[in-house]
C-alpha cells in the first residue's frame, strides 16, 4: 500500500509555472506507475500525464502537451508536475495517482492509490 500527499498547488496568473509535487509512503515507490489528473468544478476527472516506474517514459493528454513535464525521483519517492504557460482552463483540483500493474493506463479507473488533491487556480 501506498499513500500520497500532493503538495505546490495554489493561485497563479495565465502564463506562470508552477511544480505540483507528490510525496509517497512506503519503501516500493519505484514499483508504481505514477499518473497525475485533474477536475474541474462540474467535470469528469481527467487524465493529464503518467510516467513509468523507471522514468523514461511518460504520456501526456494532448491539452498539456509541450506546457507540462511529469518527472519523478524514486530515491525521494516524489513525482513532479511541472506546469508552464498555465492558462484558466488548467484550474482544478489535480491528483497523483499509483498503478501497480503493467499497463501504462490514462484512465482514473487504471489507478489504485490517490491522494487528497492540490487546487491550482490559475487567474486570466
Known amino acids: 500500500q501506498v499513500q500520497l500527499v500532493e503538495s505546490g498547488g495554489g493561485l497563479v496568473q495565465a502564463g506562470d509555472s508552477r511544480r505540483l509535487s507528490c510525496a509517497a509512503s512506503?519503501?516500493?515507490?519505484?514499483?508504481?506507475?505514477m499518473g497525475w489528473f485533474r477536475q474541474a468544478p462540474g467535470k469528469e476527472r481527467e487524465f493529464v500525464a503518467v510516467i513509468r516506474r523507471s522514468g523514461g517514459i511518460t504520456y501526456y493528454a494532448d491539452s498539456v502537451k509541450g506546457r507540462f513535464t511529469i518527472s519523478r525521483d524514486n530515491a525521494k519517492n516524489t513525482v513532479y508536475l511541472q506546469m508552464n504557460s498555465l492558462k484558466p482552463e488548467d484550474t482544478a483540483v489535480y491528483y497523483c495517482?499509483?498503478?501497480?500493474?503493467?499497463?501504462?493506463?490514462?484512465?482514473?479507473?487504471?489507478?489504485?492509490?490517490w491522494g487528497l488533491g492540490t487546487q491550482v487556480t490559475v487567474s486570466s
Open positions: 512506503g519503501r516500493t515507490f519505484s514499483s508504481y506507475n
Open positions: 495517482a499509483a498503478d501497480s500493474t503493467f499497463s501504462t493506463s490514462t484512465s482514473a479507473r487504471g489507478y489504485d492509490y
